[in-house]
């Protein structure tokens, strides 16, 4: 059974970093391009960032290009997403998701990162 | 990059056929076939139920329909139950650059 579980989130003051994780099981993490999703307080679903599974194709989001770095560790089938320079507007559920053919056929449970002072 | 355009919301009462539209552009809905559809319900992880435009993963039932005209695609729910309740997503590949884009998300009411 695949799952994703993700943890790390907390409140950070404007301008802060926080470092979240994934912890992935059930399948052969390395072959699988990985994501992150947020879901901002009574908002819609946000794409943030996509990892190829060696770590050779990166994507961002506009809006986190420059601030965020995703990363993988294929040999503790975790995915990391390290967050600077963070904003009230980040303030959300980040949802670490497995691809599958371009969509996002897994989803962990989410964790709250709260941006405020 | 602007999300993809659907209703705020839809409604159908038990048995009936509802509807969902997502309008994108010819650089994400109308230029490949990578749209899939979530059904997301409070407090739960969101659920993949469509990809590839018309595609169902493998216990998701026939009740659920993709189809795509142009920069739009649609989720169709037929024989509406009360558990089909629930936020609906449509998501699409944009790219290399943009890589994928969601759209705002339509709450279906079951009445």
């Known amino acids: 059974e695949v799952q994703l579980v993700e943890s790390g989130g907390g409140l950070v003051q404007p301008g802060g970093s926080l470092r979240v994780s994934c912890e992935a099981s059930?399948?052969?993490?390395?072959?699988?391009?990985m994501s992150w999703v947020r879901q901002p307080p009574g908002k819609g679903l946000e794409w943030v960032s996509s990892l190829s599974g060696s770590g050779g194709d990166i994507y961002y989001a506009d809006d986190v290009k420059g601030r965020f770095t995703i990363s993988r560790d294929n040999s503790k089938n975790t995915l990391f997403l390290q967050m600077n320079s963070l904003r009230a507007g980040d303030t959300a559920l980040y949802y670490c998701?497995?691809?599958?053919?371009?969509?996002?056929?897994?989803w962990g449970q989410g964790t709250m990162v709260t941006v405020s002072s | 990059q602007s999300a993809l355009t659907q209703p705020r919301s839809v409604s159908g009462s038990p048995g009936q056929s509802v509807t969902i539209s997502c309008t994108g552009t010819?650089?994400?809905?109308?230029?490949?076939?990578?749209v899939s559809w979530y059904q997301h319900n409070p407090a739960k992880s969101p659920k993949l139920i469509i990809y590839?435009?018309?595609k169902r993963p493998s216990g998701v039932p026939d009740r659920f329909a993709g189809s795509k005209s142009g920069n739009t695609a649609s989720l169709t729910i037929s024989g509406l139950q009360a558990d089909d309740e629930a936020d609906y997503f449509c998501?699409?590949?944009?790219?290399?650059?943009?890589?994928?884009?969601f759209g705002g998300g339509t709450k279906l009411t079951v009445l």
């Open positions: 590839d435009v018309i």
């Open positions: 998701a497995k691809d599958y053919l371009l969509a996002f056929d897994a």
């Open positions: 010819s650089s994400d809905v109308g230029g490949y076939n990578y």
């Open positions: 059930g399948f052969t993490f390395s072959s699988y391009i």
């Open positions: 998501c699409s590949y944009a790219g290399t650059h943009n890589f994928v884009i």
